[in-house]
């Protein structure tokens, strides 16, 4: 079935420092959906990407579609340590959610 | 609303002992998934309902799992007999329809 591999694995920053995670897919995909998941808790949704090219932000937060709709990434300017915590891609192809392999980032103050 | 309700928060259990672990999603959600979360492999789609049916089991590992939606608010993940390699957690999540999943807090499962 379809498979979503992220990259990096992991990333340490130092605070104040951009960090990007990328998504890539071997088909297309009709939506992506980035969620984050803070240290022992659970992943939460951030945003929902539909259109080709599509890019939106969230404060320090950017999100990207690819223009062929098989990527896409996440990056965030000047992290904090409230930043700390894994990052997932998810597709929702026929309702079903699959998840990328997440990036783990660590943010040293 | 308060979510997504996952108990019990955290389980300890003998390898060989039935282990149910039970969720309800929010009102009104349709969509009604179980994941498990393991730092090997992830976060594992196991089931998914549409409507109370259950409408993709093929991430349900082995016939020792076993999953039930008998009514809109209430969900049921089964594991008889438990072993230790099924240790990981487990996350139930709701969605209205092909929008954002929402997460309960999440099983800890531990099969000693």
């Known amino acids: 079935g379809q498979q979503v591999m992220q990259i990096p694995q992991y990333q340490h920053v130092q605070e104040g420092e951009d960090f990007t995670t990328y998504c890539n897919s071997s088909?297309?995909?009709?939506?992506i959906q980035w969620y984050k998941q803070r240290p022992g808790g659970h992943p939460v949704f951030l945003i929902q990407l539909v259109k080709s090219g599509e890019v939106k932000k969230q404060k320090r937060l950017t999100f990207q579609f690819g223009e062929a709709k098989k990527n896409s990434s996440l990056h965030i300017t000047a992290t904090q340590t409230t930043d700390v915590g894994t990052y997932f891609c998810?597709?929702?192809?026929?309702?079903?959610?699959?998840f990328g392999t997440g990036t783990r980032l660590k943010v040293l103050a | 609303d308060a979510g997504v309700i996952q108990s019990p928060r955290h389980e300890v259990t003998e390898m060989g002992q039935e282990v149910t672990l039970r969720c309800k999603p929010i009102?009104?959600?349709?969509?009604l998934f179980w994941y498990r979360q393991t730092m090997m492999r992830g976060l594992e789609l196991l089931i998914y309902f549409n409507n109370n049916v259950p409408i993709d089991d093929s991430g349900m590992p082995e016939d020792r799992f076993s999953a039930k939606m008998p009514n809109a608010s209430f969900s049921t993940l089964k594991i008889q007999p438990s072993e230790p390699r099924d240790s990981a957690v487990y996350f139930c999540?709701?969605?209205?329809?092909?929008?954002?999943?929402?997460f309960g807090q999440g099983t800890r499962l531990t099969v000693v």
């Open positions: 009102s009104g959600h349709d969509y």
């Open positions: 999540a709701s969605a209205p329809r092909n929008t954002e999943a929402f």
């Open positions: 088909t297309t995909l009709s939506n």
């Open positions: 998810s597709y929702s192809g026929t309702y079903k959610y699959i």
